[in-house]
Nanobody, 123 residues
Framework: VQLQASGGGLVQAGGSLRLTCAAS????????MGWFRQAPGKEREFVAS????????RYGDSVKGRLTVSRDIDKNTVTLQMNSLKPEDTAVYYC?????????????????WGQGTQVTVSS
């Protein structure tokens, strides 16, 4: 399965963005999914994960209460709704499929990394 993240852009602090992870080649509805981000000079950081059912989620401490992950099975996509954005949210955001049962927060437990999408939050 090939993944592609999209929806990034430039937004002011306090604003919102909606990222989408789309799959090509096959459906990924039976995969647990994850979102990660990587800022320049920093390690890849866990953002959110979603059980394949869409009924369970987990978030990184820095984004709890501001980001929401969900999936649309009919569209074969996973979305990351980002609200109350902060300059420290600036990073390239990636989606990936989990290799191990939910929940997983290590990027070593994920595969099929898609091309990321840049999110820039200005102060």
């Amino acid at each position: 399965v090939q993944l592609q993240a999209s929806g990034g852009g430039l937004v002011q602090a306090g604003g919102s963005l909606r990222l989408t992870c789309a799959a090509s080649g096959r459906t990924f509805s039976n995969y647990d999914m994850g979102w990660f981000r990587q800022a320049p000079g920093k390690e890849r950081e866990f953002v959110a994960s979603l059980r394949w059912t869409g009924l369970s989620t987990r978030y990184g401490d820095s984004v709890k209460g501001r980001l929401t992950v969900s999936r649309d099975i009919d569209k074969n996509t996973v979305t990351l709704q980002m609200n109350s954005l902060k300059p420290e949210d600036t990073a390239v955001y990636y989606c990936a499929t989990s290799l191990r049962p939910f929940p997983r927060e290590s990027n070593n437990d994920y595969a099929n990394w898609g091309q990321g999408t840049q999110v820039t939050v200005s102060s």
